[in-house]
């Protein structure tokens, strides 16, 4: 039954007011019946009168405990909603505090399954230890934090392999206070700040920061110093390799009485087995295996599975191969031999469905440059923005970024190909501290790529980035060589290249007559500069050379010589056949308007000259002199015909505006 506000107020009220009737029919009772008496009321109205009564003041009790019950419910709902409430933001605050541990596990390369380790086998030895339920919450906690410190502690230091000098120990150290101080400000309820503070003090008092000796040090901090050692020394790390189990027990057992609490040292020894059944349905198994205690063998390292998201044999060796490959590119790979090999020997080392390399070839844009795998002709014209999407991030902010959203990289692309891949991970390549690319991987599968995977693809970035760049500069150096960068057409360098070729296979095969050279060149060109401006005339060189092209085959060869004149080559082709051509390049430009820009467009006129090998020379320089002689004869004819006849064709420059 549920009531208004209203309700229960009337029925508060009506209660009240029975409770007074029944007090005061209590107190004059004994009268009534004498009264009723004298004025001739019956028995029977005497019971009826008093049935009403009693049956209001049962109505007001029956109000009353309704009231009542309906109020606990309220206070018992509003209590569910508030444990409900805490619970899930209990739950988000650790899967915050767990996702922060990961990333102090990655700067530290610690394996993966260290903290979930570290956590049971704190909480289990601290339940034998028969500690409380408040400081079996701070070791619960105290997994997850005990090395937070570390995040201001440069990864160089935390990685170097080898020894630490005495300066650059004393900076690691420095992490033990760092955490303790960042704990400290949250308030925990619990002793984390103890644990992080304290889990590297010894037994015998060398520890630090503090010096604590024996029972001075925290019972939870000594039970982390214990399971963290133990953990990290079954480990493989990047100064040092793991040991087995026994190998580490008996560290352990050395250790104990000065570095290490002894009772929690047997306590932890003693109950290892049940230690390790607690982990071994969730176990990563990045522990390197041993005997157990009771077997006096020597310590065996099982061979790592794919699931340990550790590098295989096979893939180290090949890791170390393309290292090799990647430090000793040859300077005359192109860009595609390069990103090709990069791409063949990526595929064996970490999965991808799609492997792109991105190029910043434009302003605030990036460019595929090379793309392997699935949807490689979708991919290969996907542009980014330099600050979007996964790509253009781990670019703008010159780190990796390891992302279940690869769909922002393509927002452009159909959605039957972006929908499916689930997984990508994006590295910044950079050299001399600038970035110019990025190189990303896409695949099909969920959480598909792990710390590890991230290290290796950054690691091979490093290289990849000196020979990608290698091969970019040996692009660039080879186009500004041979090729004229306001046309786009070869240079004179290139000319003379391709015409000792095309002699020597003359030559060779015993050709005659089959090989041309045509000299063109634009009249009066200088005065188009003077007239107008250099930015002119170089839209008008652009638009000749267009027109030139498209009087040629595509077997021919065109390059601009120098300034105002280009030199075609046209191998098969007669003296006869080469004066057609030019005749037709000629009619093609001059019948041209050309809009460059100005206010009219402007009507260009040029000069040919053919030279045939081998009758006007056999070696380059003798066809390109003949072909020059002609062509130049040819302008002056052209010159002297329009002083004497007012020849129309040639452009008065006064009308030049």
């Known amino acids: 039954m549920s009531m208004s506000r209203w309700s229960k107020y009337e029925a508060a009220v009506t209660m009240l007011v029975c409770i007074v009737v029944i007090a005061l029919f209590t107190v004059v009772s004994p009268p009534i019946p004498r009264y009723m008496g004298e004025h001739g009321l019956s028995s029977q109205g005497i019971i009826f009168f008093a049935t009403v009564f009693l049956v209001g003041a049962l109505y007001a009790l029956w109000l009353l405990y309704r009231l009542h019950c309906q109020r606990i419910e309220e206070v018992r709902y509003t209590e569910r909603e508030k444990a409900q409430q805490s619970h899930a933001l209990v739950d988000l605050h650790v899967k915050l505090l767990e996702s922060l541990a990961l990333k102090i596990e990655a700067k530290d390369q610690t394996t993966r399954g260290h903290v979930r380790r570290t956590q049971i086998y704190a909480i289990e030895l601290g339940k034998k230890l028969n500690i409380s339920k408040t400081e079996i919450e701070a070791l619960r906690f105290g997994a997850l934090f005990h090395d937070i410190g570390k995040l201001a502690v440069p990864e160089l230091l935390l990685n170097k392999p080898g020894k630490l000098s005495d300066a650059e120990f004393a900076r690691v150290q420095t992490h033990t206070d760092i955490a303790g101080d960042l704990l400290k400000s949250v308030n925990y309820p619990y002793a984390v700040e103890a644990i992080a503070r304290f889990h590297h003090e010894r037994w015998d008092g060398k520890g630090y920061p503090k010096g604590l000796k024996g029972e001075a040090i925290p019972l939870v901090a000594r039970i982390m110093a214990v399971v963290d050692f133990y953990d990290k020394a079954r480990c493989n790390r990047p100064y040092r390799e793991g040991n087995g189990r026994d190998e580490v027990i008996k560290m352990l057992e050395e250790k104990s009485g000065n570095y290490f609490d002894p009772n929690v040292v047997e306590t932890f020894i ?348 056999e070696v380059s320089f003798e066809l390109l002199s003949a072909a020059n002689r002609k062509m130049y004869r040819q302008k002056q004819s052209r010159k002297t015909s329009a002083f004497s006849d007012g020849n129309s064709n040639v452009i008065p420059f006064d009308n030049f505006r």
């Open 270 to 617: 003693s109950n290892m087995d049940e230690f390790d059944s607690h982990i071994a349905e969730t176990d990563l198994q990045e522990q390197l295996a041993g005997k157990p205690v009771s077997e006096k063998a020597e310590v065996e390292v099982v061979e790592k599975t794919p699931s340990q998201h550790l590098l295989s044999v096979e893939a180290a060796n090949e890791l170390a191969l393309l290292s090799v490959l990647a430090q000793n590119f040859s300077s005359s790979l192109g860009i595609n031999d390069t990103l090709t090999l990069l791409t063949d020997k990526l595929q064996k080392i970490i999965p991808f469905n799609s492997c792109v390399f991105y190029l910043n070839d434009k302003k605030d844009k990036v460019v595929p440059a090379h793309v392997a795998g699935e949807n490689a002709e979708e991919l290969s014209h996907n542009e980014l923005e330099m600050n979007k999407g996964v790509t253009g991030w781990a670019m703008a902010n010159t780190n990796a970024i390891n992302s279940q959203l690869p769909q922002m990289d393509f927002y452009d692309l159909k959605d039957e190909v972006s929908e499916e891949y689930k997984s990508a991970l994006s590295v910044p390549l950079k050299t001399n501290g600038a970035v110019f690319g990025a190189l990303t991987l896409y695949n099909s599968e969920r959480n598909a790529y792990t710390n590890e995977h991230q290290r290796i693809l950054e690691m091979i970035s490093l290289h990849a980035a000196n020979a990608i760049h290698n091969a970019l500069m040996y692009e660039k150096n080879r186009e500004t060589a041979l090729f004229d960068t306001l046309t786009g057409l070869p240079n004179n360098r290139a000319f003379y290249l391709t015409l000792d070729q095309r002699i020597a296979e003359c030559q060779r095969l015993n050709q005659e007559d089959s090989l041309t050279v045509v000299s063109i060149d634009l009249d009066n060109f200088k005065q188009i500069n003077e007239t107008y401006n250099h930015e002119v005339g170089d839209k008008l060189l652009i638009a000749v050379a267009d027109l030139i092209k498209g009087q040629l085959r595509s077997m021919d060869f065109l390059a601009r010589y120098g300034g105002d004149e280009f030199i075609a080559i046209l191998p098969h082709a007669s003296y006869d056949m080469a004066q057609a051509v030019g005749e037709r390049i000629k009619t093609a430009v001059e019948t041209h308007l050309i809009s460059v820009g100005t206010d009219e467009p402007i009507e260009a006129l040029i000069s040919v000259g053919v030279a045939s090998y081998p009758q006007d020379g």
